[in-house]
Nanobody, 124 residues
């Protein structure tokens, strides 16, 4: 079982940048496919980005493509989400998630482990 803890959220002006981190403990970090999801008030949790355990392969939601970069450092048991050119529509609680297996997934129901979330607020 892996425990995930997000950090790096905060308040930023539109056009600004943030880097989120997701630190893992327990389990075998390098064996998991990892992802970021976000949830805005009154909305469902939505996929942001995913990174596989091998190569690795990355996929992004269309709304963040070209602005967000997901990465992982297996030696540090940490995943990152670099976010640039932030807009108010990026506001929400950002969650990291992990799943066993090598396949990517955009569906939160397929992820077994979740962090507690970190708040990102982008002001206009």
């Amino acid at each position: 079982q892996v425990r995930l803890v997000e950090s790096g959220g905060g308040l930023v002006q539109a056009g600004g940048s943030l880097r989120l981190s997701c630190a893992a403990s327990g389990g075998s970090f390098s064996s998991y496919t990892l992802a970021w999801f976000r949830q805005a008030p009154g909305k469902e949790r939505e996929f942001v980005a995913v990174i596989t355990r091998n190569y690795p392969v990355t996929r992004y939601a269309d709304s963040v493509k070209g602005r967000f970069t997901i990465s992982r450092d297996n030696a540090k048991n940490t995943m990152y989400l670099q976010m640039i050119s932030l807009t108010p529509e990026d506001t929400g609680v950002y969650y990291c998630a992990a799943k066993a297996g090598i396949k990517t997934s955009f569906n939160p129901a397929n992820f077994d482990f979740w962090g507690q979330g970190t708040q990102v607020t982008v002001s206009s």
